[in-house]
């Protein structure tokens, strides 16, 4: 291994992270805003729905079994 490359190649990375950077397509901020909101509601809908589960299977289980 050619230790002398090293800092040439460090460099020639950070210059090819910053060209595909400019590539990307970023979010607008309403969209980022939205899909947070979409994230947000979903996770209260599957934690709820988990809960209700959790809650009916510890009934059950309390009432018919121990």
Do not use: C, H, Q, Y
Not at 51 to 60: A, K, V, W
């Amino acid at each position: 291994m050619n230790f002398k490359n090293i800092p040439i190649k460090i460099n020639t990375f950070f210059k090819e992270i910053k060209v595909e950077i400019r590539k990307v397509n970023w979010p607008t901020r309403k969209e980022t805003i939205r899909d947070t909101l979409i994230v947000i509601g979903v996770s209260i809908v599957v934690a709820i729905f988990l809960g209700g589960i959790d809650f009916l299977f510890t009934t059950l289980l309390n009432r018919f079994i121990l």
